[in-house]
Antibody
Framework: QVQLVQSGAEVKKPGASVKVSCKTS????????IHWMRQAPGQGLEWMGRINPSNGDTRYAENFQGRVTMTRDTSISTAFMEVSGLRSADTAVYYC??????????????WGQGTLVTVSS | EIVLAQSPGTLSLSPGERATLSCRASQSVRNNYLAWYQQKPGQAPRLLIY???SRATGIPDRFSGSGSGADFTLAISRLEPEDFAVYYCQQYATSPTFGPGTKVEIK
């Protein structure tokens, strides 16, 4: 069965960086784009960007350009998302999710369990 | 950016009742590229509907989606206890955006 398992909760100081991992299993990793979303406490969902694991191609939401980097390691079927220059407004649960289709569709059918990132001095 | 508005903010219903949730876009959503997700506290969202009306794998047929253009609806024909949750619509005609959510709570 398809599974996405994310790394554990992080506490960071303002200005620091955080890197979250998303280990996949149950399907061919390079066949489906991986997307990243975040959800601030008590708030809605925000799409951050996506990576094509087959070639590393990325696309970032405008709000995150220059501050987010998505990478992947095909040898371990894992995607990574790094946010730099953290501020308190970045406190949120970060989710990875798989695209529904092998061709990019921006619909998210399997999700990781979420990683809480807390930014606090 | 396509902005999505959902109504009502909260829907108070009893098990067995019908729920009707609305999602309105700030402009027409090309090809009806509209999805619905369910989220329960402490859990990741779950895909229910994509393409405005196609049920995702394993989703019960009491969930149905409809609409076109800029107006979309998610209906739950008879609420089961496990259906009380927050529901989000999401458009993917342009850079993906989500609505603010509708909470379906037990009356």
């Amino acid at each position: 069965q398809v599974q996405l398992v994310q790394s554990g909760a992080e506490v960071k100081k303002p200005g620091a960086s955080v890197k979250v991992s998303c280990k996949t299993s149950g399907y061919t990793f390079i066949d489906y784009n991986i997307h990243w979303m975040r959800q601030a406490p008590g708030q809605g969902l925000e799409w951050m960007g996506r990576i094509n694991p087959s070639n590393g191609d990325t696309r970032y939401a405008e709000n995150f350009q220059g501050r987010v980097t998505m990478t992947r390691d095909t040898s371990i079927s894992t995607a990574f998302m790094e946010v730099s220059g953290l501020r308190s407004a970045d406190t949120a649960v970060y989710y990875c999710a798989r695209d529904l289709r092998r061709w990019l569709q921006y619909v998210f059918d399997y999700w990781g369990q979420g990683t809480l990132v807390t930014v606090s001095s | 950016e396509i902005v999505l508005a959902q109504s009502p903010g909260t829907l108070s219903l009893s098990p067995g009742e019908r729920a009707t949730l609305s999602c309105r876009a700030s402009q027409s959503v090309r090809n009806n590229y509209l999805a619905w997700y369910q989220q329960k506290p402490g859990q990741a969202p779950r895909l229910l509907i994509y393409g405005a009306s196609s049920r995702a794998t394993g989703i019960p047929d009491r969930f149905s989606g409809s609409g076109s253009g800029a107006d979309f609806t998610l209906a739950i024909s008879r609420l089961e206890p496990e259906d009380f949750a927050v529901y989000y619509c999401q458009q993917y005609a342009t850079s993906p955006t989500f609505g603010p959510g509708t909470k379906v709570e037990i009356k």
